[in-house]
């Protein structure tokens, strides 16, 4: 694939969210995540220009200072950007294994106190989330207004945890997460 012209060479797929595939690619020199904006239906969520969605909701973000890989290429034409790869294990796969240590609660309350005051809420689902060297990096772009049934204490924290709503996803989803 390409990016503005460079090209870049698939390694995997990372994973397949409401907006895009995010596959690890690679340079010859770097690794980095290449979204692939996708215009699938999603019957739960409304998008408008995804790709400018992409692109606005990471510099809302970086203003409010959440931890995220940085953003470095935007392909309008294409409907693709390539942003920082961060190595480590998702909060879905800590949980799941569990490794789940308190301070990655400690951590995304603290960006939630950012994000809040900000009058922003992120999608807290434990697969947008890797911890690298026991810190927590958001990474995904995708931000909404604040409202508070989908803040962290209220839709997040539900997913951090072996609960009942966690468990029914594993039983439901894992096959589509390898």
Not at 5 to 18: C, D, H, N
Not at 68 to 78: F, G, S, V
Not at 94 to 121: H, I, S, T
């Amino acid at each position: 694939m390409q990016v503005n012209g460079k090209e870049f060479s698939i390694i995997k797929l990372l994973g397949k969210g409401k907006g895009g595939y995010s596959y690890l690619a690679s340079d010859g020199a770097g690794q980095y995540v290449l979204k692939q904006i996708h215009h699938e239906p999603c019957d739960y969520y409304q998008f408008g220009n995804k790709i400018e969605a992409e692109m606005n909701d990471y510099q809302r973000l970086k203003k409010a200072g959440i931890r995220m890989p940085e953003l470095l290429e935007a392909d309008i034409r294409e409907e693709r950007i390539l942003k920082e790869y961060v190595e480590g294990k998702t909060i879905y796969e800590l949980v799941l294994d569990d490794e789940m240590e308190p301070d990655y609660l400690v951590q995304v309350r603290k960006m939630c106190g950012l994000l809040y005051a900000a009058g922003l809420n992120i999608d807290y689902f434990p697969t947008n989330f890797i911890v690298q060297e026991k810190e927590l990096y958001y990474i995904d772009y995708e931000c909404n207004e604040y409202m508070e049934e989908w803040n962290f204490e209220n839709w997040g924290i539900r997913y951090w945890s072996k609960t009942d709503e966690f468990m029914q996803y594993v039983r439901e989803h894992d096959g589509d997460l390898k």
